[in-house]
Antibody, heavy 113, light 112 residues
C-alpha cells in the first residue's frame, strides 16, 4: 500500500523558511516523479513543484520560483520542499503527491507576523 | 501556462439523478506522445483530493462505474450517472500535459 507521510509544517513569520518532508513507502520511490500541491484556506488546488525520478529535472510554479526548492533523497525514500522567503500568500495546506494518484495527508504552513 | 476553466462552479443535484461537469483548457492537451493528460479529482471537506479519472476517460482503481469521463482536445466532461450522498464535495479537472501543471477552479457538488 502506498503511503506518503508528511512532516515539517508550522507557523513562520514573513521572510522565514520551512522545510517540508514526505516519507514514502509501499512503492519503488526512485522510479517515480513526485510533486507538491498546495491549497490556500477556502481556495482551490495549486500545483507548486515537481521533480523527476532521478532528481535531475525540477519544475516550479511561477509563484514560488526562486524561493522554493524541491529535492529528494532516493536512498531514504524521502521528498522535500525547502521554502525560503515565505510570504503570507504561501499560507496553505501542502500535499505531497505521487503521479496525482496518491496524496499525502497534508501539512499546514502558516505565514504571518 | 494552460488555463483550465470549469463550469458550473456549483451543482445542486437530487440523489439518484445525473450530474455533469465541464472543463475547458486554453489550449489543446494532446501531448507530443499522443496522450491527453486530463484528470478529474474529487475532494471531500477536510480530506486530500482523490483521483477519479486519468487520461480523459480511464477510471482509477476502485472508482465506481457511475463516474464517466469524456472529451478531447480542449473540451472535457465528467458525468455521474446517478449521484449518491458520498459524491458531495468539489471536483477538479487537472492537466499534466505541460508544465506548469494546472487545475480548474473546481465545481462544488451539493445535494438538493
Amino acid at each position: 500500500e502506498v503511503q506518503l507521510l508528511q512532516s515539517g509544517g508550522g507557523f513562520v513569520q514573513p521572510g522565514g523558511s520551512l522545510r517540508l518532508s514526505c516519507a514514502a513507502s509501499g512503492f519503488k520511490f526512485s522510479a517515480h516523479a513526485m510533486s507538491w500541491v498546495r491549497q490556500a484556506p477556502g481556495k482551490g488546488l495549486e500545483w507548486v513543484a515537481a521533480i523527476s525520478d532521478s532528481g535531475t529535472r525540477t519544475d516550479y510554479a511561477d509563484s514560488v520560483k526562486g524561493r522554493f526548492s524541491i529535492f529528494r533523497d532516493n536512498s531514504k525514500n524521502t521528498l522535500f520542499l525547502q521554502m525560503d522567503s515565505l510570504r503570507a500568500e504561501d499560507t496553505a495546506i501542502y500535499y505531497c503527491v505521487l503521479r496525482i494518484q496518491s496524496w499525502g495527508q497534508g501539512t499546514q504552513v502558516s505565514v504571518s507576523s | 501556462e494552460i488555463v483550465m476553466t470549469q463550469s458550473p462552479l456549483s451543482a445542486p443535484v437530487t440523489l439518484g439523478q445525473p450530474a455533469s461537469f465541464s472543463c475547458t483548457s486554453s489550449q489543446s492537451l494532446v501531448n507530443s506522445d499522443g496522450n491527453t493528460y486530463l484528470s478529474w479529482l474529487h475532494q471531500r471537506p477536510g480530506q486530500p483530493p482523490r483521483l477519479l479519472i486519468y487520461k480523459i476517460s480511464n477510471r482509477f482503481s476502485g472508482v465506481p462505474g457511475r463516474f464517466i469521463g469524456s472529451g478531447a482536445g480542449t473540451d472535457f466532461t465528467l458525468k455521474i450517472s446517478k449521484v449518491e450522498a458520498e459524491d458531495v464535495g468539489v471536483y477538479y479537472c487537472m492537466q499534466t500535459t505541460q508544465f506548469p501543471h494546472t487545475f480548474g477552479q473546481g465545481t462544488k457538488l451539493e445535494i438538493k
